[in-house]
């Protein structure tokens, strides 16, 4: 299955249902539209950590806290945490999480995993094995890969 690297805190917001886009400087290949995709928390989070959140983006988050792994300092890293849908790639989306001059890849259907995946991530899209078991118990019968 294909997953792609996100450091944190982007990559537990993104599974957790709260930030509904990925901002990235191209665009994503049209064979992923619509297609379900692991979010690997990359090994480094964003220098400025939480502090890289605007102001709207903190009050949408801070009611929501139960939803991340634990506390917000103490965030997965390394691992597979969760999968999402990419529905669609464009530019100047009215998501509060969009950022103007690059490709906004509006995600949905989040599945946070019940624990981490220990895996190394990569640059771009790469393929992870995910077992059978794990795509029964954290995907659902119905996964769309």
Not at 21 to 29: D, K, M, V
Not at 58 to 67: E, F, N, P, Q, T
Not at 119 to 133: I, M, N, P, Q, R
Request: proline content about 6%; overall charge positive.
């Amino acid at each position: 299955m294909k997953a792609i690297t996100i450091k944190q805190p982007w990559a537990s917001l993104i599974v957790s249902g709260l930030k509904d886009i990925e901002n990235r400087t191209w665009s994503c290949p049209k064979k992923y539209l619509g297609k379900r995709v692991l979010i690997h928390a990359a090994k480094t989070s964003v220098k400025k950590g939480w502090s890289a959140l605007n102001g709207m983006q903190i009050k949408k988050v801070s009611k929501h806290k139960d939803k991340l792994y634990g506390d917000n300092e103490d965030l997965p890293k390394g691992a597979i945490i969760g999968s999402v849908e990419i529905v669609d790639c464009v530019q100047n989306h009215p998501s509060l999480w969009a950022e103007n001059g690059v490709w906004n890849w509006v995600l949905a259907n989040p599945i946070l995993f019940p624990e981490p995946i220990p895996a190394k991530g990569k640059l771009s899209f790469w393929e992870y094995d995910l077992s059978s078991t794990y795509k029964c118990n954290f995907l659902g019968a119905d996964n769309k890969q």
